[in-house]
């Protein structure tokens, strides 16, 4: 995997092929451009870690190409060189943002050490940022864990390009935050950030939704409505749960992303649209894919940048450094600001799972300061609060005087329970989970007392 991939523009072939070199040599991707015409070209094309711009070029000015890309807010580093330097043209090129000048011609060893600078300060401000986001939001992004470090990188990286980005990961792993902060960090930061469920609506008025309509297009459309598509334009679109989307409209999403345009339900007009689209899921799309349940070729479009979010027990690490941030939060929203936890809590927490992963662990923790009559949690107030009092979920299973139809019916219960849980509650991806027929569900989940979503009924199918 190459170390980065950098954009050289210089109008000497004999320079291009020699920085070329000298940067593949040490694991850089390097594309080049003799021109301001042909790097216009690739930077629209794709997103770059370090552009090294020449000043004097024979179609125009590197340091105009340096301010095109400040004034469209694209944030990637750019070192400037020149073989005519003067003090007014360094300055100009400071101002502007470049991070580095060099002087023709252009020793190897110092080329290759701004370049490695400008990428590590890149680096370090995007994670600065991300964290910044991150804490301001309360979130699940908190963590000093390897996992979440290179979570954070990737995610900056992506905030700076336009292309689609698919966010998988388990339920309550912080999808939606994510989604968020690749806006915020991005060039679209000004621009809306619109959201639609796509599993939280009936079919039919997910086109609505995205789409928009116009009067008359079906029965209640009095008047014309904008869909998240067109109100998103400059800005970020997030689908969230985009595995279940029905297939005709994952059609009608795949000419979007490929067109760039849309057509209100119940009209005729073309209305091109400038929406960059992050979706996110907690299912296996590749699986879903091979099932015929979701369109490969939507997939593809979709996971132009693939971010994949850690469950909490791949870092458990940073179990403790989330469980106080959720302390201090809420101590303080529930007015118990001298709320403390032992260590020997901390070590509960860090040895269970956290099937619902941040999330769970952050409603545990409100839980706790709530419940907790002292100011100090223990390890037996968490354990009290834990499913199965922290133990492992096959002990204690046999009672002794307790008929095996009851054990095994308190047994599928715990199952079904934390699968509806762990699935938001939503019924169709628990029975595809679990391989069960969803009316067989419905029956089972009905006679053990259990519900998923309000309005998840057997009449679905």
């Known amino acids: ?32 451009a003799g021109g301001v015409k042909v790097a216009d070209e690739k930077l629209k094309k794709r997103s770059y870690d370090l552009c090294l711009f020449d000043v004097m070029l024979p179609d125009g000015d590197g340091l105009e190409l340096l301010s095109r890309l400040r004034t469209a807010k694209v944030e990637v580093p750019v070192i400037m060189m020149s073989g005519h330097a003067t003090i007014d043209t360094a300055v100009r090129a400071t101002r502007l943002g470049a991070l580095n000048f060099l002087e023709k011609p252009i020793n190897t060893d110092a080329l290759l050490i701004a370049v490695e600078t400008a990428l590590r300060l890149d680096r370090a401000e995007a994670e600065a940022r991300a964290l910044r986001l991150a804490s301001g939001a ?32 388990e339920r309550g792993t912080g999808k939606e935050l994510v989604a968020r902060a690749i806006h915020q ?11 639609l469920n796509c599993a939280a609506l009936p079919s039919e008025l997910i086109e609505s939704e995205l789409f928009g309509h116009e009067v008359g297009a079906f029965t209640g459309a009095t008047k014309q409505r904008r869909g998240k598509f067109e109100r998103a ?13 029905p297939l005709p409209m994952q059609a009608k999403l795949l000419r979007v992303l490929q067109e760039r345009e849309i057509e209100r339900v119940g009209g005729n007009e073309t209305i091109k649209v400038d929406t960059r689209v992050v979706a996110a899921t907690n299912r296996d799309l590749v699986a879903a894919c091979d099932k015929g349940e979701f369109r490969a070729d939507l997939y593809d479009r979709l996971n132009v940048v693939p971010l994949a979010l850690p469950p909490l027990r791949a870092r458990r690490e940073d179990i403790p450094l989330l469980a106080r941030h959720f302390l ?10 001298d ?26 923790i409100e839980r706790l300061v709530i419940l907790t009559p002292d100011d100090v949690i223990q390890a037996e107030d968490v354990r009290t609060c834990l499913p199965g009092g922290g133990s492992p979920k096959t002990a204690g299973l046999y009672r002794p005087g307790t008929p095996f139809r009851v054990l095994v019916e308190e047994a599928e219960r715990t199952i079904l329970s934390e699968a509806i849980a762990h699935h938001g509650g939503q019924m169709a991806a628990t029975a595809r989970a679990l391989d069960l027929e969803r009316s067989h569900l419905y029956k089972k989940s009905r006679a053990l007392g259990l519900r998923g979503d309000k309005g998840d009924t057997d009449d679905e199918g």
């Not at 201090?328 to 600001?337: G, I, M, P, S």
């Not at 403390?340 to 999330?359: C, I, K, Q």
């Open 138 to 169: 309360g979130s699940e992004l908190v963590g000093d864990s390897p996992a979440i470090k290179k979570l954070i990188e990737q995610i900056g990286r992506a905030a700076r390009s336009h292309a689609s980005v698919l966010v998988t990961g």
């Open 185 to 195: 960090m991005s060039p679209r930061e000004k621009g809306p950030l619109e959201k």
């Open 233 to 245: 334009s400059g800005g970020t679109l997030f689908l969230d749960e985009v595995g279940d989307m």
């Open 1 to 32: 995997m190459a170390r980065g991939h950098l954009l050289v523009v210089d109008d000497e072939p004999s320079i291009l092929t020699t920085l070329q070199k000298a940067l593949s040599l040490e694991g850089y991707a390097v594309d080049v």
């Open 339 to 364: 709320m403390r936890m032992t260590d020997d809590a901390l070590g509960v927490l860090s040895a269970y799972s956290f099937p619902g992963n941040v999330r769970e662990l952050r409603n545990l």
């Open 328 to 337: 201090q939060l809420a101590a303080h929203t529930n007015d118990r600001r």
